[in-house]
């Protein structure tokens, strides 16, 4: 077969016209679920919030899927995820966020877990015991958007929409504070601590504090802030002092405020505006005049009880106050001496005035008196010193009085010092005990040891005497009483014989107008009386020989 038969043979592709798809009606269903969802995805997609992650040091009672994320008690978003940091250090929870509330979502949004809390403030979080604990949220006030934020370990304390102000409180510690303190204004709770650091410089303490509207607009520059934790208890040169403010107070400390009546307070304080927070009220409210001139008091006696505050007195009015103490080289004995540096204000001086002798004050130019050299150097000349003095018998509290002692010995300034030095005289307790010592010392001078031999030496010989005394008296009352007694007897005898003689005599020479006769009788009547008394004598030598030694006994009335 040739190539040109085999060519014929082959058969013309024909174009077929393609086939008809008929579409089915069961299809109608599946594409409009399919639309819907799409749609339902898409407008969830458009309506859905932010996603965010919040890293807290503990999440405790927080679940996925069931812990709501609340703002004014109000649902705006759900917990998705709870999860462990890469490295472990915090849990990341996970929420989502509702759109509606994704404004509230700033750099300075705060986030913190809430659960039942029971502080001195009060008592928070009793919501959650039936409906689980959920997480709150503060909004904040940054224009820069966030997705990730840190909690707090607790609830703010004073929400931003509260209205009212923060100050801030400087101190060497914290004391007891914490937060929640309270604070008081005339004893009204007013305000709270809300936080609490440490200085930037580490030498202080900043703590801040909310003061609630209208309590705030009494914080003005010239107001004082104090603890008021606790009892304050102090007993100085006053007197025992108790002062509190409150049961919580007492437990969980709190800080008072007022401003002080001699200070004008002005216009209100500025927002986060600092002040001193002061150690109690007394420290607080203290004048401190602009007015201050150090003067320095070098004793020669001991200092303790005397400390810095402590008062200084003029003719026991308050005028001044201890600065500082300490010791004091005196190059003249080279000893170290207890020295005190007092100031005297000079409105606290012309404040115990009358309105008479201030006028009279001014215009005789004394007002100035305390700065004048000479005026000083005068009341010194008229015996003006400085003395320690007991404040408190209790304590053993000192303070220092100015008064006059016409008799101190001379002193004169040396003004070319600073700060100068003015005389002192030593306190009555000083002066007792160098009177004491003076007296100890000429007790210590006396021989005693001498005088005990010469005692001893005179007892034995007065003892001898004493054994010769008895033996004389007992002779004598063996001996000599018996013949007195016998003598006495023969003496009676014969005056009766001499007066019956008389009797027979003649009546012409002896009769009873004759003077024979009458001298005869006084004659006799000497020598009766004369042995009358030798025999009362003889009878109490009887019965008392210790007589002739002692001599008679002093007789009872």
Known sequence: MSETSQANDIPDAV????????????????????????????ERILNEGPTIEISFKVAEGVEAGKTFVKYKDVNIGQVTAVNLSEDYSHVVVTAKIAKRAKNLLVKDTKFW??????????????????????????????????????????????TGAEPG??????????????????????????????????????????IKIFVNSPYDRYVTAATRFWEASGI??????????????????????????????????????????????FENQEAATTRHETKDDPFILVFDESIRGL??????????????EVKKVGLYYDPDSYTFKPYALVSYY????????????????????????WQDEKDIQRLIDKGLRAQLRLGN??????????????????????????????????????????????????????????????AKTTLTGLDQTLKDARHMLGRIDAEVAPEAKKAMENLGRAMAAAERVLANTDRSLTGPDAPVT????????????????????????????????????????
Do not use: C
């Open 307 to 320: 400390s810095a505050g402590a008062p200084l007195t003029y003719m026991g009015l308050e005028i001044g």
């Open 232 to 277: 304050d208890v102090s007993m100085g040169v006053k007197g025992l002092i108790v002062r509190t403010q409150s049961l919580a107070s007492v437990l969980a400390g709190g800080i008072a405020f007022e401003t002080p009546p001699y200070a004008h307070g002005g216009a209100p304080a500025a927002e986060n505006a600092v002040f001193t927070l």
């Open 113 to 158: 877990i809430m659960h039942p809390r029971i502080t001195m403030s009060g008592v928070s979080g009793m919501g959650t015991l039936l409906s689980g604990n959920y997480i709150g949220i503060e909004a904040g006030k940054s224009q820069e958007k966030a997705k990730e934020f840190v909690g707090l370990n607790a609830p703010p304390i004073v």
């Open 518 to 557: 009458q001298e005869l009788r006084e004659a006799l009547g000497e020598v009766s009386r004369a042995a009358r008394a030798v025999r009362v004598f003889v009878e109490y030598m009887d019965k008392h020989p210790e007589a002739l030694i002692r001599g008679k006994a002093k007789e009872k009335p």
């Open 165 to 206: 102000r923060q100050f801030v409180l400087k101190a060497e510690d914290l004391g007891s504070l914490g937060y929640g303190a309270p604070v008081y204004y005339r004893r009204l709770n007013v305000g709270q601590v809300i936080a609490y650091d440490l200085a930037r410089d580490g030498k202080s303490v900043e």
């Open 393 to 454: 018998i209790v304590t053993g509290q000192l303070y220092i009085a100015l008064d006059y002692f016409p008799r101190a010995p001379r002193f004169q300034v040396d003004w070319t010092k600073r700060p100068p030095r003015l005389p002192v005289m030593p306190s009555g307790m000083a002066e007792f005990q160098t009177k004491v010592t003076g007296i100890l010392d000429k007790i210590d001078k006396i021989p005693f040891d001498e005088i005990g031999k010469d």
């Open 15 to 42: 174009i077929a016209p393609p086939k008809r798809i008929r579409f089915s009606v069961v299809w109608i269903i599946p594409i409009i679920a399919a639309l819907v969802a799409a749609g339902i995805a898409v």
């Open 346 to 369: 000079e409105e606290r001086f012309f404040s115990q005035l009358d309105e008479r002798a201030k006028k009279a004050a001014i215009r005789d130019h004394v007002a100035q008196i």
